[in-house]
């Protein structure tokens, strides 16, 4: 299998895990924001009436928290054995192919 270039990388793999982290950056402002509403709403009302409401978006958000760490966890996995040990992503013999390589 011939190796991918860095480039290609990038574009397939880097970028996109920057554009999602940024994109749950948002999401996590966004429950903040959602946070603080519950917090004051809670003190207006009764409880009860304010989880009820909210419960099945609360355990639909968990279970998306579910697998995104373990999707997480996978892409993790992958790219550390996708790299042999004691290799970094910026050393230049990292980027030979298998068959370059002096073991």
């Known amino acids: 299998m011939t190796e991918a270039s860095p480039a290609n990388l990038e ?3 880097a970028l996109p895990l920057g554009v999602v982290a940024n994109q749950l950056m948002r999401i996590e402002t966004e429950l903040r924001f959602l946070n ?11 409880k009860g009436d304010l989880a009820a409401k909210t419960a099945g978006g609360l355990e639909k958000i968990n279970a998306a928290l579910d697998l995104i760490r373990g999707l997480v966890a996978d892409i993790e996995a992958h790219i550390q054995t996708a ?3 004691g290799t970094s992503s910026r050393d230049p013999a990292s980027r ?3 068959t370059d390589r002096d073991d």
């Open 11 to 13: 574009l397939a793999i």
């Open 36 to 46: 603080m509403k519950a917090l004051a709403y809670a003190n207006e009302r009764e």
């Open 83 to 85: 790299r042999p040990p």
């Open 96 to 98: 030979k192919p298998f």
